[in-house]
């Protein structure tokens, strides 16, 4: 008896599984559907009705479709309603009436749009869920940028918003293809951490419970940089932590930062790399995401133009003084500021790697070009459009000796670093990698203005809510 009760409701289980994957959403209509009835569930985007016919685009997370309601005809003579036409007075007005952002399920037959190259749902029966009023979003009114980011948790589900978060979606998914295709294992970094990565950036302090001092992570990579001995090639992917009271419109103090690395890779190797990855999540986002990119108003031509072509490169030294030959306020050795960045890439068409930076403003794990002495085996890679830097990425030092040296040389204390000089101390090989910023590649592949909308909660120097 119990095996018999377990199987039934295993059965039960399987059954009501199938049921909820089977369910039709606005994606996955065909032209097959055409003629078949059909149940869609979702919120009205917006509802327009002329007082015999109601409009209602409706979206239900995969897409956006219009259904048509139309109110019963009565026959000349009083007699009941015309065949085919199936609301009543009643139930016309009760839906003709709902809101923006009401909730409800529609049912009857899919049809071709007698104009545009889409469908629509010929509504038969219906039932809402939740009748909205009063959306604090829904006015035609201009709302300002704090009022909605005031609101971020309605304003997520306005079309714009909707296409940026499917874009960031698709770079997330494009990263871990990339990388499960070319041989890289995820390790997950930790967020708590007792020390800087780079010594040079305000973190968030915060107390452990045992009393000691700790700090939200500003990035992963020294922590994977352990497991290139336990796997060849790695990376993370997460929530990275920065206390800058910067509001410049590329900068959060919360987001989210790939890290790689791997070993026996040479510093040609590690910008092949970056440029093959950035060139395959492109040209994901223009197959994926052709709709959104619509939605959001971006000239898709500046991307196609450079998946196919080589990128740039020039060293630090010669991009200051391109700098300077356009007039900026530089000089040679200068760690050039986003600001500068931008303004420069706004006059260029394609990427560009900027190499060699001076050893001096550089973190203390770079290592030093032994044929450029004075210059490290780093770069930035610098997006078009104004975008500026996306990727930062070096050759790490893999000397004991030597980062032993750079360590104490930055004034920071080697017994916190003692797990990380161990990576050298035994079985340390040339190994180089590179990070590079979700929000910034989001931003610039939407074609947005601000960073502050890449990110479904933004949190910067004046905003921790919602």
Request: charged share 25%; glycine share 6%; with cysteine.
């Given at each position: 008896?119990k095996a018999n009760w377990a199987i039934n409701l295993y059965i039960i289980l399987i059954i009501n599984l199938q049921q909820y994957i089977m369910k039709t959403t606005i994606k996955h209509i065909t032209p097959e559907l055409v003629g078949t009835e059909i149940t869609l569930s979702g919120w009205i985007q917006n509802i327009r009705s002329?007082?015999?016919?109601?409009?209602?685009?409706?979206?239900?997370?995969?897409?956006?479709?219009?259904?048509?309601?139309?109110?019963?005809?009565?026959?000349?003579?009083?007699?009941?309603?015309?065949?085919?036409?199936?609301?009543?007075?009643?139930?016309?007005?009760?839906?003709?009436?709902?809101?923006?952002?009401?909730?409800?399920?529609?049912?009857?037959?899919?049809?071709?749009?007698?104009?545009?190259?889409?469908?629509?749902?010929?509504?038969?029966?219906?039932?809402?869920?939740?009748?909205?009023?009063?959306?604090?979003?829904?006015?035609?009114?201009?709302?300002?940028?704090?009022?909605?980011?005031?609101?971020?948790?309605?304003?997520?589900?306005?079309?714009?918003?909707?296409?940026?978060?499917?874009?960031?979606?698709?770079?997330?998914?494009?990263?871990?293809?990339?990388?499960?295709?070319?041989?890289?294992?995820?390790?997950?970094?930790?967020?708590?951490?007792?020390?800087?990565?780079?010594?040079?950036?305000?973190?968030?302090?915060?107390?452990?419970?045992?009393?000691?001092?700790?700090?939200?992570?500003?990035?992963?990579?020294?922590?994977?940089?352990?497991?290139?001995?336990?796997?060849?090639?790695?990376y993370d992917f997460g929530p990275v932590f920065r206390a800058e009271k910067s509001k410049t419109r590329r900068h959060l103090n919360e987001f989210w930062m790939m890290d790689a690395e791997m070993a026996f890779c040479t510093f040609e190797e590690n910008l092949a790399i970056q440029e093959s990855l950035i060139k395959y999540i492109i040209?994901?986002?223009?197959?994926?995401?052709?709709?959104?990119?619509?939605?959001?108003?971006?000239?898709?031509?500046?991307?196609?133009?450079?998946?196919?072509?080589?990128?740039?490169?020039?060293?630090?030294?010669?991009?200051?003084?391109?700098?300077?030959?356009?007039?900026?306020?530089?000089?040679?050795?200068?760690?050039?500021?986003?600001?500068?960045?931008?303004?420069?890439?706004?006059?260029?068409?394609?990427?560009?790697?900027?190499?060699?930076?001076?050893?001096?403003?550089?973190?203390?794990?770079?290592?030093?070009?032994?044929?450029?002495?004075?210059?490290?085996?780093?770069?930035?890679?610098?997006?078009?459009?104004?975008?500026?830097?996306?990727?930062?990425?070096?050759?790490?030092?893999?000397?004991?000796?030597?980062?032993?040296?750079?360590?104490?040389?930055?004034?920071?204390?080697?017994?916190?670093?003692?797990?990380?000089?161990?990576?050298?101390?035994?079985?340390?090989?040339?190994?180089?990698?590179?990070?590079?910023?979700?929000?910034?590649?989001?931003?610039?592949?939407?074609?947005?203005?601000?960073?502050?909308?890449?990110?479904?909660?933004?949190?910067?120097?004046?905003?921790?809510?919602?």
């Amino acid at each position: 008896m119990k095996a018999n009760w377990a199987i039934n409701l295993y059965i039960i289980l399987i059954i009501n599984l199938q049921q909820y994957i089977m369910k039709t959403t606005i994606k996955h209509i065909t032209p097959e559907l055409v003629g078949t009835e059909i149940t869609l569930s979702g919120w009205i985007q917006n509802i327009r009705s002329s007082g015999k016919v109601a409009f209602i685009e409706l979206r239900d997370g995969t897409g956006y479709m219009q259904c048509v309601v139309e109110k019963a005809k009565e026959a000349e003579s009083g007699k009941e309603a015309e065949k085919g036409i199936w609301l009543s007075q009643e139930q016309f007005e009760i839906i003709a009436w709902l809101g923006q952002e009401s909730a409800l399920s529609l049912t009857w037959l899919v049809s071709k749009h007698p104009k545009k190259d889409e469908y629509e749902l010929q509504v038969r029966w219906f039932h809402i869920y939740t009748d909205t009023k009063d959306y604090p979003l829904g006015t035609k009114d201009d709302h300002g940028p704090e009022f909605l980011f005031d609101h971020r948790h309605l304003y997520l589900r306005s079309k714009t918003q909707v296409a940026i978060m499917r874009v960031r979606d698709t770079i997330c998914t494009a990263t871990y293809d990339w990388m499960k295709q070319h041989d890289f294992t995820r390790i997950d970094a930790p967020i708590f951490t007792p020390n800087a990565c780079e010594g040079t950036t305000e973190l968030y302090e915060v107390e452990h419970v045992n009393g000691e001092k700790m700090y939200l992570s500003q990035s992963g990579q020294l922590y994977i940089e352990t497991a290139i001995a336990a796997h060849r090639q790695v990376y993370d992917f997460g929530p990275v932590f920065r206390a800058e009271k910067s509001k410049t419109r590329r900068h959060l103090n919360e987001f989210w930062m790939m890290d790689a690395e791997m070993a026996f890779c040479t510093f040609e190797e590690n910008l092949a790399i970056q440029e093959s990855l950035i060139k395959y999540i492109i040209a994901q986002v223009l197959e994926r995401n052709a709709a959104d990119l619509v939605t959001l108003g971006r000239d898709v031509t500046p991307l196609t133009n450079i998946v196919d072509t080589p990128w740039k490169r020039m060293t630090h030294e010669e991009f200051v003084s391109d700098l300077i030959a356009k007039w900026f306020d530089v000089q040679q050795g200068d760690d050039i500021g986003s600001d500068i960045e931008m303004q420069y890439m706004a006059m260029v068409d394609q990427p560009v790697f900027v190499t060699h930076f001076p050893m001096a403003i550089k973190a203390f794990y770079t290592k030093e070009d032994p044929n450029m002495p004075g210059y490290g085996l780093c770069a930035d890679l610098l997006a078009p459009e104004g975008c500026g830097e996306i990727i930062g990425g070096a050759q790490r030092i893999d000397d004991y000796e030597t980062l032993l040296a750079k360590i104490q040389e930055h004034d920071l204390d080697p017994s916190i670093f003692d797990w990380y000089l161990d990576i050298r101390k035994y079985g340390g090989v040339p190994h180089g990698g590179f990070w590079y910023g979700l929000e910034r590649i989001v931003r610039w592949l939407c074609g947005l203005h601000h960073i502050r909308e890449t990110i479904p909660f933004p949190r910067y120097a004046n905003r921790i809510r919602p």
